[in-house]
C-alpha cells in the first residue's frame, strides 16, 4: 500500500500503475528474502544487471542488520547465517566480480560496514566454496 501512494505521488498515474506491477513482479520473482533461503537464483541475465545491483545493495543492507559485531556470542543462527552470505557471495561473484565486491566494500570514508571476523572468514572460506560449486 505504501508503495503505491508513493508511486502514485511522484509518478504519473500510468507510470506508476507499470511500476507498481513491475515491482510485484521483481518480489516474486527476485526478492532478496527468496535467494537468501535459497527458493530463488541471483539474476544473471545481462538486462537484469540493474535488478543484481538493486540485491547485492539489499543483501548487504541486510548483512549489516543481521551479523554481530563480535563473533564470540553468535548464536546457531547467526553462524548459519554467516555460512550461507559466504556462499551467496561465491555465487554473486560467478556473475560479476564486481557487483560482488559492492556487498563488502568499505564506506564512502573507507571504513568497513560489515564485521571484520565476516570479512576475515569471507576471504578464507572462498577458495573452498568455489570448489564446492564445481
Avoid at 4 to 22: N, S
Avoid at 91 to 105: F, H, M, R
Avoid at 112 to 123: D, G, T
Wanted: charged share 30%; glycine share 6%.
Amino acid at each position: 500500500e505504501t508503495l503505491k501512494v508513493l508511486a502514485h505521488g511522484t509518478l504519473t498515474p500510468r507510470h506508476a500503475t507499470a511500476f507498481c506491477g513491475y515491482v510485484k513482479i521483481v518480489r516474486s520473482r527476485f526478492g532478496i528474502e527468496a535467494i537468501v533461503k535459497g527458493d530463488a537464483r541471483w539474476p544473471n541475465r545481462l538486462e537484469d544487471r540493474d535488478l543484481l545491483y538493486y540485491l547485492a545493495e539489499s543483501f548487504r543492507g541486510r548483512l549489516i542488520k543481521e551479523l554481530p559485531v563480535s563473533k564470540e556470542h553468535m548464536s546457531a543462527a547467526g553462524r548459519q547465517t554467516a555460512y550461507r552470505a559466504k556462499s551467496l557471495l561465491v555465487q554473486l561473484a560467478e556473475i560479476s566480480v564486481e557487483v560482488a565486491q559492492t556487498v563488502i566494500a568499505a564506506d564512502d570514508d573507507g571504513n568497513p560496514v560489515l564485521p571484520s571476523w565476516f570479512l576475515v572468514e569471507a576471504a578464507r572460506d572462498m577458495p573452498r566454496l568455489v570448489e564446492a560449486r564445481r
